[in-house]
């Protein structure tokens, strides 16, 4: 890959500021991290992290006789976060790191006066080069040599580095996921040797690290090529791996299917897949190994997998503190991706019910993205069940017809509402109120009442509602 020359990388103003004012008190002070490596990328937009010299009290002063406003947010570790043109910047006291004996924290930091220390405590070598507007580029472990081949590295011994902090392993895989770059070998094998140390990390921690992953848009490769890994860090998917399905529809075992419904969502989508989609493709099958039967010939057959697997995505996803919101889409695209769409009015609008009954406001979008998924799983299976993504092509064209007309999808949609119940029944308030919307609901979608208001009243008026 072709990288931007070390002397054309232009540091923001605000972090400018930032250095030049530590600088002036006698504190050396660089940029590092993501914002040099992906400035040399070409990559522009990165958040500016700066490290110092000088000691978080001695950054405080400084900053703020220049009149810039300062945060103790990790002093602990050295860390204020101080607002430039309100621009935040981290600035971080150079510093090592001792121990991690409970695989979350180093048990000590040391603050030392060397740069070069602070970059060797770094994870990956691309993470680990300072830039700095007069001396150029500070690059001792060949960070930009990686980055040029694509290759991503531990700084030092990688079975060490993955020992001190297993969560390094999530975040080799993170970055590789994000660049399109390759594992370098010794720090892949390392990765695989200490991916189960990540059964000591907290989830929630894990979860930061898959949202990321997932959000890469590449999961599939992780899914593929980082299988330990991705098991360590979600081990329901371990019995995914090598799961022979024995089905005439199924080419391959559950894990690259779920991969290829993955790399599938993405390309339907433009790169551009939603993070529920993208999440309910890597898990639409989980509930697979567990509701695994076969029949008197041998075929294998998974009654109930939606349902089983629905429940095992929220399970996981909550165990990852993903936001709740997410977890709701996902659970009910895995709930909802074997359900079959018809390319008629009456199954559009059913489908779209049963999504706004679980995410109101939400129905049209994950409909969409249901028949995406649907779209996708049909391709990933053996050639002759790619079929039915035709059939889907109909059912978008319906989708899209019936959404043009607005159809009621909510009590709230309808041509009466809980007075006019009232006043028609002679109902008192109550659930009752509700329960009859929901059944004047349930006929208009089912296309057996327009949603007329005249009708509505004649059907309240009717003895049966009395
Ligand atoms: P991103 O774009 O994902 O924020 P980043 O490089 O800024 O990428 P951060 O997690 O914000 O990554 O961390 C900033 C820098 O701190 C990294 O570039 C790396 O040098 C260092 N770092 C962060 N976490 C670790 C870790 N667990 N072990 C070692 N170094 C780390
Ligand atoms: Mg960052």
Redesign the pocket.
């Known amino acids: 890959m072709k990288l931007a020359s070390a002397s054309d990388l232009v540091l923001p103003g605000y972090a400018l500021r930032v250095i030049d004012a530590l600088e002036s008190a006698g504190y050396e002070a660089w940029a590092?991290?993501?914002?040099v490596?992906?400035s040399l990328r070409g990559a522009e937009g990165?958040?500016v992290?700066v490290t110092t010299a000088a000691l978080w009290q001695q950054t405080e002063a400084v900053l703020t006789a220049a009149g810039i406003e300062v945060h103790e947010t990790g002093t602990a570790h050295g860390t204020v976060t101080v607002v430039v043109d309100g621009e935040p910047v981290e600035v971080t006291t150079y510093r090592t790191e001792g121990a991690y004996s409970d695989f979350r924290h180093p048990d000590e930091v040391h603050f030392v006066t060397d740069v070069r220390e602070d970059l060797a405590?770094?994870?990956?070598t691309v993470?680990?080069m300072a830039f700095h507007p007069e001396r150029g580029l500070l690059d001792p472990y060949g960070g930009r040599d990686d980055l040029r081949a694509g290759v991503i590295r531990a700084v030092g011994e990688p079975e060490q580095?993955f020992r001190e902090?297993a969560?390094?392993v999530l975040?080799a895989v993170?970055?590789a996921c994000?660049l399109g770059y390759a594992i370098e070998p010794a720090t892949q094998a390392a990765l695989v040797t200490c991916a189960p140390e990540l059964s000591e990390i907290a989830s929630e921690r894990i979860g930061q690290e898959m949202e990321?992953i997932v959000e890469t848009g590449r999961v599939d490769w992780a899914l593929l090529h980082e299988t330990d890994v991705l098991v360590a860090a979600i081990p329901e998917i371990g019995a995914m791996r090598g799961f022979d399905q024995r089905s005439p529809y199924h080419a391959y075992d559950v894990l690259e299917h779920s991969a290829r419904v993955c790399r599938a969502v993405e390309e339907f989508q433009g790169g551009l897949a939603t993070p529920e989609l993208r999440w309910a493709a890597l898990l639409h099958d989980i509930g697979k190994p567990a509701t695994f039967m076969t029949d008197a010939t041998g075929r294998g057959h998974f009654f109930g997998h939606p349902k089983v697997g629905a429940e095992m995505a929220e399970t996981i996803m909550r165990r990852l503190a993903l936001p709740t919101d997410l977890v709701r889409r996902v659970r009910i695209l895995v709930r909802m991706h074997d359900h079959t769409v018809y390319p008629t009015p009456r199954s559009i609008r059913r489908t779209l019910r049963k999504f706004e009954l679980v995410c109101p406001g939400h129905a049209a979008r994950l409909t969409w993205e249901l028949l995406d998924l649907k779209r996708a799983d049909a391709v990933s299976k053996v050639p002759s069940a790619a079929r039915y993504a035709v059939e889907l092509d109909r059912v978008s064209e319906a989708l899209r017809r019936e959404l043009e007309r607005k159809p009621p999808l909510n009590v709230r949609d309808l041509a009466v509402d809980g007075g006019d119940v009232m006043r028609e029944t002679g109902m008192a308030p109550g659930p009752g109120v509700g329960l009859l919307l929901d059944t004047l609901l349930t006929a208009v979608i089912n296309d057996e009442l327009p949603n007329e208001r005249e009708a509505l009243l004649r059907e309240l008026r009717w003895p049966g509602c009395q």
């Not at 590092?32 to 914002?35: F, K, L, Q, R």
């Open positions: 590092v991290g993501g914002w490596r992906d990165h958040d992290d405590r770094r994870d990956f993470n680990a580095r902090d969560l390094r975040r993170r970055f994000r990321g």
